[in-house]
């Protein structure tokens, strides 16, 4: 079971699923390496979410024949049975938060009594387009998306302020109870995405979003 705050590096196993109890957060720098073939479950009725804070990474490399799946527990699975996944990063957003331009702060009800929930760097900084919040590549995040308030929701992939410096590559959302992919401000580079009946947005930008996307393809749900 993960739960609360990963402030040390830890790597995830394949022989392993892991349940996301409620939001678990990555800080402190800590590095998040989950290995080929892990299969990651949000826990039923507790909002599980995996939230990398600003300068803490994710190493999620699979592989075509070992991809890394983040889903639901549930037997039937169905929209929305978790919150998702949120890459938070330090590069340039137009956003601004509490009177400070530059920063952030990531929708869907993510702690932010220190900091958590931000992302950015202030204005008045030197700015890092090039920031690194570590790797995605072959990854499946399932069911998906968590409305915390009106207009204020956990997609399936939210990326705030991250930079170019990260690897997004073969990602594939289906069944978001949201967006499948929101990107707040950044300059983060994607190809390879796949949008797979979501309820809203296959792809949305905010907030001064300035990266690259190739290789894009959605399907809708007919309804």
């Known amino acids: 079971i993960l ?4 402030s040390a590096n830890r790597t995830l196993k394949a022989n392993y699923t892991y349940k996301l109890r409620g939001l678990v957060y990555v800080t402190n ?3 998040l390496t989950i290995e080929p073939g892990t ?18 990474k994710i190493i999620a ?3 075509v024949d070992k991809p890394i799946v983040f889903t639901s527990e549930a037997t039937t ?11 938070l990063g330090n590069a340039p957003t137009n956003a601004s938060f509490n ?5 952030g702060e990531i929708e869907g009800g993510i702690n932010n009594s220190d900091g958590l929930g931000l992302y950015g760097t202030p204005a008045t900084q030197a700015q890092n387009p090039a920031d690194n919040s570590g790797i995605l590549r072959f990854v499946r995040i399932e069911y998906a998306g968590y409305a915390f308030l009106p207009d204020k929701e956990i997609n399936g992939l939210t990326f705030g302020g991250v930079g170019n410096g990260t690897v997004i590559d073969h990602v594939q959302v289906s069944f978001a109870n949201d967006d499948s992919f929101e990107f707040f401000g950044g300059t983060v580079n994607a190809k390879h995405l796949i949008s797979y009946s979501c ?19 959605v399907l809708r749900d007919s309804s």
């Open 3 to 6: 739960e609360g705050r990963i």
């Open 77 to 87: 699975p169905q929209r929305g049975d978790w919150a998702g996944v949120v890459l």
């Open 39 to 56: 299969k990651i479950v949000g826990e039923n009725g507790k909002n599980g979410g995996l939230i990398i804070t600003r300068s803490s």
């Open 199 to 217: 309820l809203d947005d296959d792809f949305d930008t905010d907030n001064g979003f300035v990266g690259k996307l190739q290789f894009g393809i």
């Open 99 to 103: 009177g400070v331009a530059g920063i």
């Open 61 to 63: 490399d699979g592989t």
């Open 29 to 31: 720098g800590a590095i």
